[in-house]
């Protein structure tokens, strides 16, 4: 068990930039998820991945953000034109089971920071 | 109002004494409830899941929950600095059984 993994760990951005983050999830999870967090606030769910589907999206998520998981392996999560608000730290979890019945393993996420 | 309530604190609690933190949940029907540890910088890490009405004892935590009163509470007996973080409340609503949603958390800290 390696942990969930996450790519880059920072990263920093000009407004109207495109961004990608990837999330290597643990191996034998077949469940993967998305959250933000800001600043003093608790993790908001973006999305859910069992295997390769998208089952679920938030409202949170505008069109401009998109989320894959081919293979059901590893999933990236790409940002278009970035905003300031979209500043905060994106974190990946995954889980063997569903959320209600197995825990989530988080990464240690990526901070994105756009100036 | 928040599906997820917590006191944001901070909570200060001195070494040896017990923290009691606080939740409460807007869903009715909500069936699973997790209680989060997440160090400053860190990412989060489950310490407690509760399913039934009741106590659930772990070491030195407790998890107790009130479904009559939508409350969740955590107790964490003989508190050590390295407990000092922020405790995140979770809870799976009826109609969203992966959708994991998370409370704003409570800043704990332990005095020495």
């Known amino acids: 068990d390696t942990g969930v993994s996450q790519n880059p760990r920072h990263k920093i951005t000009k407004r109207g930039q495109n961004v990608t983050f990837r999330c290597d999830p643990i191996?034998?999870?077949?469940?993967l998820y998305w959250y933000r967090q800001t600043l003093g606030q608790g993790p908001e769910f973006l999305t859910y991945f069992q295997n390769e589907a998208q089952l679920e999206k938030s409202r949170l998520l505008s069109d401009r953000f998109s989320a894959e998981r081919p293979k059901g392996s590893f999933s990236t999560l790409e940002i278009q034109r970035t905003e300031q608000g979209d500043s905060a730290m994106y974190l990946c979890?995954?889980?063997?089971?569903?959320?209600?019945?197995?825990?989530?393993?988080f990464g240690n996420g990526t901070r994105l920071t756009v100036t | 109002q928040k599906e997820v309530e917590q006191n944001s604190g901070p909570l200060s609690v001195p070494e040896g004494a017990i923290a009691s933190l606080n939740c409460t949940y807007s869903d009715r029907g909500s069936q699973s409830f997790f209680w989060y540890r997440q160090y400053s910088g860190k990412s989060p890490e489950l310490i407690m899941s509760i399913y039934s009405n009741g106590d659930k004892e772990d070491g030195r935590f407790t998890a107790q929950l009130n479904k009559a009163s939508q409350y969740v509470s955590l107790l964490i007996r003989d508190s050590q600095p390295s407990d000092s973080a922020t405790y995140l409340c979770?809870?799976?609503?009826?109609?969203?059984?992966?959708?994991?949603?998370f409370g704003t958390g409570t800043r704990l800290t332990i005095i020495p």
């Open positions: 191996s034998e999870h077949n469940r």
């Open positions: 979890a995954s889980s063997r089971q569903g959320a209600g019945s197995s825990p989530l393993h």
């Open positions: 979770a809870v799976i609503p009826k109609f969203g059984n992966e959708k994991l949603t």
